[in-house]
């Protein structure tokens, strides 16, 4: 897809960089080429570690990022940031049918490890997955920014910049669950689980490069709220300004609150 230089809008909020695009299709591509730079970037590695999101933000990167030749898979060993608890793995919100889809068996990854929120110890699943991000030290981080400014499932009443955890359980707000009803992956905010396990705040600062894929209208109050509030966790992705390499990728639609600060008409 060709998209000139003139299409695009870039800015820069304190330290976190920000790219417009004319369309989800445009971010989503755009998004997935800086992953790929990254991952070529980290070829005399012996392993790769890489942080995958789930979504409906997420489907255009990982469609695009997929079809990149000639990119080290067979050094990736990838997790991804959240799971719900007691979630049947064959309800299609289920995140490792979705991540399998789009991801795992497109590619010749070297591994994947995914969160079991239908272990008996949801506990001890917090701390096995941690010992694995800490033995492979993740550099990448695919993200998306939830409606109510969450990370992962980090919601305003569950993150903490400074959590000691790495995993952690955690219990999932309205607002959250309300979303994922709303993209159609639950006929019923009824349906969703409360709890959840993810990958902490604190952790997730702690990866070197973090791409955001945030798209679509009913993100643009989110991504307004992210540049403008001061940093708390009242919106946790306010912090987001504070990481020294983290970049968001908007479509005109998500950007559509924030069209002030750059000079294309959206």
């Not at 304190?14 to 790929?36: C, D, F």
């Amino acid at each position: 897809m060709h998209i000139t230089d003139r299409s695009i809008e870039r800015f820069q909020v304190e330290k976190l960089k920000i790219e417009v695009h004319p369309s989800r299709e445009a971010a989503g591509v755009a998004a997935a080429k800086a992953a790929a730079e990254i991952l070529q970037s980290l070829t005399q590695s012996a392993h790769i570690g890489v942080v995958f999101a789930t979504g409906a933000s997420q489907i255009e990167t990982l469609k695009y990022l997929t079809s990149i030749p000639n990119l080290p898979w067979q050094k990736v060993d990838g997790f991804h940031v959240d799971d719900y608890i007691g979630l049947p793995s064959n309800h299609k919100a289920s995140f490792r049918p979705y991540l399998e889809e789009k991801l795992v068996k497109k590619v010749p990854i070297h591994s994947f490890s995914y969160i079991d929120g239908l272990a008996a110890d949801p506990e001890q699943t917090c701390r096995d997955y941690a010992g694995k991000l800490r033995a492979s030290n993740p550099q990448l981080c695919l993200l998306g920014i939830g409606e109510n400014g969450h990370l992962a499932f980090n919601d305003p009443g569950e993150a903490d910049f400074d959590d000691p955890l790495d995993v952690k359980i955690v219990q999932l707000d309205e607002p959250c669950r309300r979303q994922q009803a709303a993209e159609g992956w639950f006929k019923t905010v009824e349906e969703i689980p409360k709890a959840a396990i993810t990958v902490t705040m604190s952790r997730l600062f702690r990866m070197p490069k973090l791409i955001l894929s945030v798209l679509g209208q009913r993100k643009a109050e989110i991504v307004q709220r992210t540049f403008d509030e001061a940093i708390s966790t009242t919106c946790p992705s306010t912090i987001l300004r504070t990481h020294p390499d983290a970049t968001i990728f908007l479509d005109y639609d998500s950007a559509a609150n924030v069209k002030q600060r750059f000079s294309t008409t959206v």
